[in-house]
């Protein structure tokens, strides 16, 4: 399978531990992208890397998350002190980055965080 | 506002039947992209259907259809011959600014639970 992958797909842990999640895009996809997904509602954009570039970041993601990308191939999102509002199913998304109408965003099976 | 408005919480179908999901979206920027996702209980998202603001046709995918009617900004997606594997949320995403490099981000709708009834 050549898909997104994510790993690991379940976290639990006691608030202000930190947790890191990786993510794998589909290989030679440029664009890689993390959103957010809580109960009921649907993804909110936090971030998304050009190769290593981190171009734009969301509001909600406040200094205790960083996201990286070093080798323009993985990345990971780290979570700071988590705070039980932080529950959540962590989407990563890829997508080719060589066409500027039709880049489509395909998505990983998540990550779901559950801060005790 | 609401960029994207899906109107629909939940939907029961029979199966075999065809269904549309309503979307509404909301954008002052003229070249846009509009997204369906289907997302199973196992969490993972998958790209159905896209239509471009610019595109003169509507697209179509297989089972899928997007009826776009762009001046009342609406983006439905219809679903033929429904199946039981069909049955998942369904989320409705805007891309804006598609003439801009590096506003890539998609914006989504809240979703509507589809079930398709055997």
């Known amino acids: 399978d050549t898909g997104v992958s994510q790993n690991p797909r379940h976290k639990i842990t006691k608030r202000g531990q930190n947790v890191t999640f990786r993510c794998d895009p589909i290989?030679?996809?440029?664009?890689l992208y993390w959103y957010r997904q809580t109960l009921g509602q649907g993804p909110e954009f936090l971030t998304y890397?050009?190769?290593?570039?981190?171009?734009?970041k969301s509001r909600l993601l406040s200094d205790r998350f960083s996201a990286e990308r070093p080798k323009g191939s993985f990345s990971t999102l780290e979570i700071q002190r988590t705070e039980q509002g932080d529950s959540a199913m962590y989407l990563c998304?890829?997508?080719?980055?060589?066409?500027?109408?039709?880049?489509?965003?395909?998505f990983g099976p998540g990550t779901r965080l559950t801060v005790l | 506002a609401q960029k994207i408005t899906q109107t629909q919480p939940g939907m029961f179908v029979q199966e075999k039947e065809a269904v549309t999901l309503d979307c509404t979206y909301d954008t002052s920027d003229p070249s846009y992209g509009l997204f369906w996702y289907k997302q199973p209980s196992s969490g993972e998202m998958i790209f159905l259907i896209y239509?471009?603001?610019?595109?003169?046709q509507n697209a179509t995918e297989g089972r899928y259809s997007l009826n776009f009617q762009k001046a009342r900004k609406s983006a439905n997606l219809v679903i033929s011959a429904s199946q039981l594997g069909d049955s998942a949320m369904y989320f409705c995403a805007m891309r804006e600014g598609l003439e801009n490099f590096g506003n890539e981000k998609l914006t989504f709708g809240t979703g509507t639970r589809l079930t398709i009834i055997p």
């Open positions: 890397f050009q190769n290593e570039a981190q171009l734009e």
């Open positions: 998304a890829s997508s080719p980055g060589t066409t500027q109408y039709t880049d489509t965003q395909y």
């Open positions: 239509q471009g603001s610019y595109d003169q």
């Open positions: 290989s030679e996809h440029n664009r």
